[in-house]
Nanobody, 125 residues
Framework: QVQLVESGGGSVQTGGSLRLSCAISGYTGTDNCMGWFRQRPGKEREGLASIDTDAGGPYIFDSVKGRFAIATDNAKKVVYLQMRDLGPEDTAMYFC??????????????????WGHGIQVTVST
C-alpha cells in the first residue's frame, strides 16, 4: 500500500521560502508520477507541479511558475516542492500525490489515486 507523508510546512513571513518534502513508501517499480497540490481556505484543490520519477520533465502550473519548483530524490524516495517569494495567497494545506504510469504526468487531481494527509503552510504579512 502506498503511503505519502508530507513535511516541511509551517509559518513563514511574506517573501520567505519553504521546502516541502513528501516521503513515499510502498511503491514498487518505476514510472511514477508525483504531484503537489494545495487547497486554500474556501477554494477547491488546485494543482501546482508534477514530475515523472523516471523521465523527469517537471511541469509547473503558470500560477506558481517562477516561484515554485519540484524535484525528486529517487534514492531517498522523496519528492520536494521548493517555494520562494511566498505571499499570504500561498496560505493553504499542501498535499502530495502519486500515481503509477499515467500517460501524461500533469498535476491534475483526478489522475491521482494516492494522497498524503497534507501539511499546512501559513504566510503572514
Amino acid at each position: 500500500q502506498v503511503q505519502l507523508v508530507e513535511s516541511g510546512g509551517g509559518s513563514v513571513q511574506t517573501g520567505g521560502s519553504l521546502r516541502l518534502s513528501c516521503a513515499i513508501s510502498g511503491y514498487t517499480g518505476t514510472d511514477n508520477c508525483m504531484g503537489w497540490f494545495r487547497q486554500r481556505p474556501g477554494k477547491e484543490r488546485e494543482g501546482l507541479a508534477s514530475i515523472d520519477t523516471d523521465a523527469g520533465g517537471p511541469y509547473i502550473f503558470d500560477s506558481v511558475k517562477g516561484r515554485f519548483a519540484i524535484a525528486t530524490d529517487n534514492a531517498k524516495k522523496v519528492v520536494y516542492l521548493q517555494m520562494r517569494d511566498l505571499g499570504p495567497e500561498d496560505t493553504a494545506m499542501y498535499f502530495c500525490a502519486a500515481e503509477h504510469h499515467v500517460p501524461r504526468c500533469l498535476p491534475i487531481a483526478a489522475d491521482f489515486a494516492s494522497w498524503g494527509h497534507g501539511i499546512q503552510v501559513t504566510v503572514s504579512t
